[in-house]
């Protein structure tokens, strides 16, 4: 019997799929970065189905949301076209894609072929829904919380420490060059 | 009830569909996204297991990929935009000096 489960994570991971091979396909970067939001919300649906709906909110919240929005914005401004193809880009196609396919064939014959089915993940979800206690998600943020104040708290404080870093690299990097270096005739006009 | 290894074969493909684009992409910002679905198919693998085992670090693991995956692609978009900036082409066949 099929379960709705199955269904929905047959449902999720075929978009997720199908944007996957859709950000391969586009020529056109804007297309590409579409494709990619609809990969990151299908994979929000699939860590709603293991019980991580704190996860799921900030995969659509970050990944979907600010980080999409940088990529888009960052394709905007820099006006990005049509990609064009070299020869070696040509060549990187005839060998990369049919390596990656034969790799991916091979993790995913020694991952059925070791776990086989009768590994089965833990759905909750659904489970708690049905008995009316939404409350006891394991995914929740009343749980993760305390693991990650407590725990995991030195590389919390680490992460922020990281953030600093890059919103100070991002900033230098991406601010305009010294005027020097423009010479003095355009100086006026800068 | 979802099998593990579904999950696994799942992100394996998006991984695996993250490293082909990196290979034929000539476009650096599709090349970052490239990335980007890379580490997306790490985390659902991270999520899967964490459910799994009944181990949340699992999902925790999750929020410092992503805070790192966020810091990336801010200072990757910053240095896309300095490459733009010196080169006027976001070709990485055409980027292929470090002084011009």
Same mark, same amino acid.
Not at chain 1, 21 to 33: C, K
Not at chain 2, 39 to 44: E, K
Not at chain 2, 75 to 88: D, H, K, N, P, S
């Given at each position: 019997?099929? @379960?709705?489960?199955?269904? *929905?994570? *047959?449902?999720? +991971? &075929?978009?997720?799929? &199908? ?18 939001? &609809?990969?990151?919300?299908?994979? &929000?649906?699939?860590? *709603?189905?293991? !019980?991580?709906?704190?996860v ?8 979907? !949301?600010?980080?999409?929005? #940088? ?27 049919? !390596?990656?396919?034969? +790799? ?7 991952? #059925?072929?070791? @776990? ?20 006891? #998600? ?6 993760i919380?305390?693991l990650l104040?407590?725990e995991f #708290?030195?590389p919390f ?11 100070? +690299?991002?900033?230098? *990097?991406? @601010? ?15 | ?45 991270f999520?899967?297991?964490a459910? /799994?085992? /009944?181990a949340l670090a699992g999902q925790v693991f999750v929020f410092f ?36």
């Amino acid at each position: 019997m099929i @379960s709705v489960h199955l269904i *929905l994570f *047959l449902v999720f +991971g &075929a978009v997720a799929v &199908a944007g996957a091979v859709n950000l391969l396909a586009q020529r056109h970067p804007i297309n590409s970065a579409l494709s990619l939001i &609809a990969v990151m919300a299908a994979l &929000a649906g699939e860590y *709603l189905l293991l !019980g991580a709906e704190f996860v799921a909110a900030v995969q659509v919240i970050v990944y979907a !949301g600010a980080v999409m929005v #940088l990529f888009v914005f960052t394709i905007m401004l820099l006006n990005a076209g049509v990609e064009e193809h070299t020869k070696g880009s040509h060549v990187a196609s005839l060998f990369g894609i049919p !390596g990656v396919l034969l +790799g991916s064939i091979l993790i995913a014959w020694a991952v #059925l072929r070791n @776990s086989g089915t009768e590994a089965v993940a833990a759905g909750p979800w659904i489970n708690t829904v049905s008995n009316g206690r939404p409350q006891d #998600l394991p995914g929740s943020p009343e749980t993760i919380g305390p693991l990650l104040f407590h725990e995991f #708290l030195l590389p919390f404080e680490i992460t922020s420490v990281l953030i600093l870093i890059a919103i100070m +690299g991002a900033v230098v *990097l991406a @601010s305009k060059p010294p005027s020097t270096s423009s010479g003095p005739a355009k100086e006026a006009g800068n | 009830m979802v099998p593990l290894s579904y999950y696994l074969v799942l992100s394996g493909i998006l991984f695996a569909c993250g490293v082909t684009g990196f290979l034929i992409k000539r476009n650096i910002i599709s090349i970052f996204m490239s990335i980007e679905l890379m580490l997306n198919g790490v985390n659902l693998s991270f999520v899967a297991f964490a459910a /799994h085992w /009944h181990a949340l670090a699992g999902q925790v693991f999750v929020f410092f990929v992503m805070v790192v995956a966020a810091a990336e692609a801010a200072v990757g978009l910053a240095i896309i935009i300095a490459v733009y900036r010196t080169r006027e082409t976001l070709n990485v066949d055409q980027v292929n000096l470090l002084k011009l």
